[in-house]
């Protein structure tokens, strides 16, 4: 059972990958790594070149342009947590 929690809570195996629905497992090193690439390629791009983005293994585009939540819902939520937060707006 401990081997199982330990998969389901490492990005590089592919049970974690499975559960969160990527295609394909990236361990935290490589994450990093192709974070960091990112950053770098993009910092030192020429400005009218598009964008470098690395290949990640979900997906990008997932929930643009959609809300999670409509405005009534989201009115909703902040009531309730303004009259249970213990910092005043």
Known sequence: M????ALRED???HLYAALAGWAF???RPDLN???LAQRVVNFLRDQSEKP???DWPWDS???RGQADVTDEERERLRAR???VSAIPD
């Open 81 to 83: 947590l303004r009259s």
């Open 61 to 63: 585009d997932l929930g």
């Open 33 to 35: 790594a192709a974070l």
């Open 2 to 5: 401990a081997l199982v929690s």
């Open 11 to 13: 990005p590089g195996s």
């Open 52 to 54: 470098w983005a690395a």
């Open 25 to 27: 497992p990236m361990p």
